[in-house]
């Protein structure tokens, strides 16, 4: 059964940081793609970052591109987003996903972590 525990968010200022930690767990993710979403209060959920478990290759949303960095550790099957230069309008629950290459949706999802930006 694989797991998603999302960690790291909170409140911060606009123009701060933060990073969140996806810890994966329930099998070996080879050949696997992570992705982070997010959901704003009223909006639909959106895309914002994946990686490539094996290549790290990674894809960003416009909206986040130069501000947002995906990673991963291997050692510890973990992802992080590391968030700088942040807005308001980063504001949102951010979701951590996981599905196999090779799959179109995204079956596995973490619970959220509340990351608020104040302006």
């Known amino acids: 059964q694989v797991q998603l525990d999302e960690s790291g968010g909170g409140l911060v200022q606009a123009g701060g940081s933060l990073r969140l930690s996806c810890a994966a767990s329930?099998?070996?993710?080879?050949?696997?793609?992570m992705a982070w979403f997010r959901q704003a209060p009223g909006k639909e959920r959106d895309f914002v970052a994946s990686?490539?478990?094996?290549?790290?290759?990674?894809y960003y949303a416009e909206s986040v591109r130069d501000r947002f960095t995906i990673s991963r550790d291997n050692a510890k099957n973990t992802v992080y987003l590391q968030m700088n230069s942040l807005k308001p309008e980063d504001t949102a629950v951010y979701y951590c996903?996981?599905?196999?290459?090779?799959?179109?949706?995204?079956?596995?999802w973490g619970q959220g972590t509340q990351v608020t930006v104040s302006s």
């Open positions: 990686i490539a478990w094996n290549s790290g290759n990674v």
């Open positions: 329930g099998r070996t993710f080879t050949n696997w793609k």
């Open positions: 996903a996981a599905r196999r290459f090779g799959v179109d949706q995204y079956p596995y």
